[in-house]
């Protein structure tokens, strides 16, 4: 039996189209999953490109199978996702060892690229520029039984001056509503209790197809499958509308629980990065959101260090953290994207200025995310459960809807991966940073 590996760097819109990759492998090549790469015949790297040291993880995960593939000329390479898109064949002049490069918009022919690779003997690269198909119409293989991706667009028409995203994932793209609702209906029949609704910018929905966006429709009626819990990412400040704010707060499937990226706190450099929105208006969305789920869980993104910020620029992004009362924020250090605008911008901050920055930030996230976290003390928590603790697989680990990582110790006797996709009622009684801990209350099994 023919066997493949998968790796996925980046986001969850790649861990979504990874669960397509591996779906497709099994269901039109009929691989099975190797437990490592060195053992596998096929080896398919789902890349990124936002992150600074994507190619050389790359580099080094592919060097890795030389070796491998040595003893085993058989074996062969696949990368595919956003470098893919970007580099194409002219990643060969780099990886010579890669049979197959795809992009973003051609995940359906990664069989057939893998055949002619292995029929011809030669490298098979394909990159197109955009398509029609989404992944959700391949067959998948979710991570997870009981929690689903549902991408209702892809691509994005924001160009943040920082972002790689438009240029390998193309412009947006909306999934007519009625295949979404459907699909979201099949996963409910498929026993699925979590649904993250998937897009660059779920708030622009339906933009392209409807002439205005649609995103609140399209969550209350997925909303209305019967799904237990419904989440979406990602969120742009300058699109997230009251009504979406509404659905949230009067639909109980949907969780309280929001990224909200802000980036920076600084006007002036909100405009730099082409972000659209000010900090007034983003502050002005935060109190929206609070007044209509007090309970709300937001996290965000910042960048630290984007060309040209200063000491009062940076002072304002700490501003906004205080008042936003954040449970968790993805901190970076700004780094260039080559073939982006900002990577022009010639008025860069120091290094070790911007590390010094960037620790007072993570700092100031931290203690706001405890203080939210002390706030549930004593609190009944839904918690779906994931499994065992790592640390102690007599303890259970789970998620509240808004996110939070829960640990709670089980009756003798019951195996917590029995439980996983279950949901149960935690006590909440001691709180850290990153996570809360408590005692069991019930669980149900569904
Ligand atoms: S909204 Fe901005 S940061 Fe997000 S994917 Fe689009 S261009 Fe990139």
Redesign the pocket.
């Known amino acids: 039996m023919k066997t493949y590996f998968v790796r996925t760097f980046g986001c969850q819109m790649n861990k979504h189209d990874s669960e397509r990759i591996a779906g497709m492998l099994e269901d039109r090549l009929g691989l099975v999953e190797a437990t490592q790469p060195e053992l596998a015949d096929v080896v398919v790297y789902n890349t990124c490109a936002v992150r600074e040291g994507a190619e050389e993880r790359l580099r080094g995960h592919v060097s890795s199978l030389k070796a491998a593939k040595t003893v085993n000329p058989d074996i062969l390479i696949a990368v595919g996702g956003c470098i893919g898109q970007r580099d194409g064949e002219s990643m060969l002049s780099y990886l010579p060892h890669v049979d197959v490069v795809f992009g973003t918009h051609n995940i359906a022919h990664l069989p057939s690229l893998l055949e002619t690779a292995q029929r011809t003997r030669r490298p098979s690269i394909e990159v197109l520029d955009t398509t029609t198909d989404f992944a959700s119409d391949l067959p998948a293989l979710r991570g997870t039984p009981w929690h689903a991706w549902l991408p209702i667009t892809v691509g994005?028409d924001?160009?943040?001056t920082y972002?790689i995203?438009?240029y390998v994932r193309g412009r947006e793209r909306s999934r007519p509503l009625d295949d979404i609702v459907a699909e979201a209906t099949r996963l409910v029949a498929d026993g699925v209790a979590e649904i993250t609704l998937l897009g660059?910018?779920v708030n622009s929905y339906g933009r392209d197809l409807y002439g205005e966006s649609r995103f609140p429709e399209a969550l209350a009626r997925v909303a209305e499958t019967g799904i237990r819990r419904l989440r979406f990412v990602?969120s742009?400040p300058k699109d997230l509308s009251d009504a979406t704010i509404a659905v949230m707060a009067e639909n109980p499937a949907v969780c309280n629980s929001l990224h909200l990226p802000v980036q920076s706190g600084s006007d002036r450099i909100l405009d730099a990065m082409n972000r659209r929105y000010t900090a007034a208006h983003y502050l002005g969305l935060i109190d929206k959101l609070y007044s209509a789920m007090p309970d709300l869980a937001l996290s965000t993104d910042i960048i630290v260090g984007f060309p040209g910020e200063t000491e009062d620029d940076f002072e304002a992004t700490l501003d906004v953290v205080r008042a936003a009362r954040y449970d968790q924020a993805f901190t970076f250090l700004y780094s260039p994207r080559e073939g982006t605008p900002a990577a022009k911008l010639e008025e860069t901050v120091p290094r070790d200025v911007a590390q010094v920055r960037f620790d007072r930030l993570v700092e100031l996230v931290q203690s706001s995310a405890l203080e939210k976290n002390r706030a549930l003390v004593g609190s009944l928590q839904e918690v779906l459960v994931e499994g065992g603790s790592r640390r102690d697989a007599s303890v259970l680990t789970g998620r509240t809807a808004g996110n939070k990582v829960v640990h709670a110790p089980l009756p003798d006797g019951i195996d917590p991966a029995s439980l996983a996709g279950t949901f149960v009622s935690v006590r909440i009684e001691e709180t850290q940073t990153w996570f809360l801990s408590g005692h069991l209350e019930g669980y149900e099994r569904t």
């Open positions: 994005c924001n160009f943040c972002c995203v438009p660059q910018n990602t742009h």
